[in-house]
């Protein structure tokens, strides 16, 4: 899938463009059975970027467990996990 690089064995990048040249990174860890999420990105990230880049991936976004998140100085780094939580019910840290 576009946009999506594996950079190991079981862990990608998903770049979502924000302007030319510019990119946000959303980290995908894989591993036994469980999927992990570093950042979100923007609140319609979820359903346009990372739903269909773990289905590209043979996955499925309810086996999302968890999603650390690197920044948290204001809402808006965090408001895209409302649409993860809602739907899966999941864990963020």
Request: no cysteine; net charge positive; charged share 25%.
């Amino acid at each position: 899938m576009k946009g999506v690089q594996k950079v190991a064995e079981d862990l990608y990048v998903i770049e979502q463009p924000m302007r030319p040249g510019w990119f946000v990174g959303i980290i995908v860890v894989l591993g036994n059975g469980k999927i992990g999420l570093v950042d979100t990105g923007f609140e319609r990230t979820p359903e346009e970027y990372i739903f269909p880049a773990l289905r590209s991936l043979g996955h499925k976004p309810e086996e999302i467990n968890f999603v650390v998140n690197t920044k948290i100085r204001t809402r808006r780094y965090v408001q895209r996990n409302r649409v993860i939580i809602e739907l899966y019910y999941l864990s963020v840290i």
